[in-house]
């Protein structure tokens, strides 16, 4: 479904102007009861040279309200306008499709995974994040383009590789029962444990990582056969949470054409070299960056100059997203430094998010504490299975599993997606999977219930939308009208917490709503105006869902 942008406001200010001749802007009332609009007058005193108050009661008795505005209403300092409430409801219910394409091309990066290690929450939070924001920022118009950066080369991929060389006795992930990621994540696990006992294990890795560099047979057919099974166990997970991309880049592939990226900027004197041989970028106050160690050896920057300089040849994006977790804004600040002494034009965003915290405690890979991304998700399955058997006990099995996991998936991704992306959290499952509360069963349960009543009395084609004035019902038109500009400001800064957000709000106008008013038992032109109303609230709730990644169902 595709949502016309509802203007409103715009027309309301092309009437004010026409006794406004300064520039102004409208301010949305703490309820609705106070009108849709409100023009603050306090910048008018100056041009009026009177009162706030006099001037908001000057407009009101100067100003001969015509559609879409039904009145104006001078309060204190405030020049209240409400909307026609029959006006309102019939262009939201009969908006019909309409995308603007802004030609804007925005590239995302994401997760960025290690191939030392399964995904674990953080991982979630990032996919999830990734996912959400680009299918929100495709949906305001802008084409996207969705790229994944495999860390895949390294001393951190050469301690897995030591530790299975030594101890793993040529087992394979069936061996142990383990899924292929897991099955590596567990030998670096076991590296950090016996390095503790034996730290000649760390030189061990170094030189392991220079005869991979080399080229030596052994350590290449160890690093492939480890890595195979890294991405086996990454593509099962990202099948399972839906996630896909345009194109998938190995660090691999690109660190030595990364090297020389950096060695040409250097020769052209856009790069200096520090005391140690160091080619470093000079950024001021961000202080300096080795972009290039003396030995020849590629950093973090290395990759991400390279990889940049790549994409932007590749794809020529207007922007570029990083979806990284805030631990590196220091680092997002010099890369983005970096790129402004490149040359390069596009803009630059890093998406950062905040950890999430656990009761326990925080998560380290290295001593595998982490909550594992699969296991996670087995586990809101699970709790979903529990709940859908306790209301349906005799639901197939086949049901019983499609259910479970948009449940499930849905509530993990819609609790994680709830919270601005900056902000750190506890995740707690129960709470998530709770059908009552700010929780994504609760919306979930809202766009099932539309769908049980529209199975029983299916909604018209249209219908005398000037019925619907009872303050419950417009309260639920006005969520929905705000629907297209809540999708633009959520793409414009990179939020999708404001479409979750959004999304609740719908839901629990309708529950509102449904709880106040009949729609089966009502007057028929009531019925049927009513009928289309929760139809496009399914509508907008199946839109909104979807953007974060999460089903809808007929039935829950």
């Not at 030609?103 to 674990?120: D, Q």
């Not at 996919?127 to 969705?146: D, F, H, P, W, Y």
């Not at 207007?318 to 402004?340: C, K, P, S």
Request: charge should be negative; glycine fraction near 6%.
């Amino acid at each position: 479904m595709r949502t016309t942008r509802l203007d409103f406001a715009k027309e309301v200010l092309a009437q004010l102007k026409e006794h406004i001749q300064v520039e102004i802007s409208l301010e949305t009332p703490p309820e609705l009861a106070l009108g849709d609009y409100a023009l603050p007058c306090f910048t008018l005193a100056k041009d009026f040279k009177k009162s706030p108050q006099a001037i908001a009661q000057e407009l009101a008795e100067k100003i001969t309200p015509a559609p879409p505005i039904a009145r104006v209403v001078a309060q204190g300092p405030y020049l209240n306008i409400f909307l026609d409430k029959a006006v309102v409801a019939e262009r939201v219910l009969t908006a019909a499709p309409d995308r603007i394409e802004t030609g804007k091309k925005v590239l995302f990066e994401y997760p960025s995974p290690n191939t030392n290690k399964p995904f674990h929450l953080g991982h979630l939070r990032n996919m999830l994040l990734g996912q959400a924001t680009s299918n929100i920022v495709e949906q305001a118009g802008n084409t996207v383009v969705r790229t994944n950066l495999n860390n895949d080369r390294g001393v951190h991929i050469c301690k897995s590789m030591l530790a299975y060389d030594i101890y793993g006795e040529n087992k394979t992930p069936q061996d142990l029962g383990l899924k292929p990621d897991h099955f590596v994540g567990h030998w670096y696990v076991r590296f950090a444990q016996e390095a503790e006992k034996n730290p000649e294990l760390e030189v061990q890795a170094q030189e392991l990582l220079r005869k991979w560099e080399a080229g030596d047979a052994h350590a290449q057919a160890l690093w492939k056969k480890m890595n195979d099974w890294a991405y086996e166990g990454f593509k099962e997970t990202f099948l399972r949470l839906g996630v896909t991309f345009d194109k998938q880049y190995y660090e691999s592939g690109f660190y030595e054409q990364a090297k020389e990226t950096v060695k040409q900027a250097h020769e052209k004197g856009i790069f200096s070299t520090d005391d140690k041989g160091n080619i470093v970028a000079e950024l001021g106050k961000l202080g300096t960056k080795v972009v290039l160690r003396a030995d020849g050896t590629a950093v973090y920057a290395t990759q991400d100059v390279g990889l940049g300089t790549i994409r932007q040849v590749e794809f020529a994006p207007d922007e570029q997203v990083y979806v990284v977790a805030e631990e590196q804004n220091y680092y997002f600040e010099q890369l983005f430094a970096i790129f402004d002494l490149l040359g390069f034009t596009h803009t630059r965003h890093h998406l950062s998010y905040g950890l999430i915290s656990l009761p326990s405690g925080r998560m380290k890979s290295r001593e595998g504490t982490v909550v594992d991304c699969d296991e996670l998700l087995n586990e809101m399955e699970e709790l979903a299975a529990a709940e859908i058997k306790k209301r349906h006990p005799d639901i197939s099995e086949e049901e019983l599993a499609k259910r479970s996991i948009a449940i499930g998936h849905g509530a993990l991704r819609f609790f994680i997606l709830k919270y601005e992306p900056k902000t750190a959290f506890v995740y707690n499952p129960e709470e998530s999977m709770s059908f009552e509360g700010e929780t994504g069963p609760y919306v979930q349960y809202a766009a099932a219930r539309i769908a049980s009543i529209l199975r029983e009395l299916p909604a018209p084609l249209t219908a005398d939308y000037g019925v619907l004035v009872a303050d419950e019902e417009y309260a639920l038109i006005t969520a929905l009208r705000n629907t297209q500009d809540v999708i633009q400001e959520a793409a414009q800064h990179y939020k999708p917490h404001l479409v979750a957000r959004h999304a609740m709000k719908i839901a629990q106008d309708f529950t509102t709503f449904y709880h106040e008013h009949h729609i089966k038992t009502a007057e028929t032109s009531v019925r049927d105006a009513r009928l289309i109303l929760i139809k496009t609230t399914r509508e907008h709730l199946t839109l909104l869902l979807g953007l974060l990644g999460i089903t809808t169902l007929e039935e829950m």
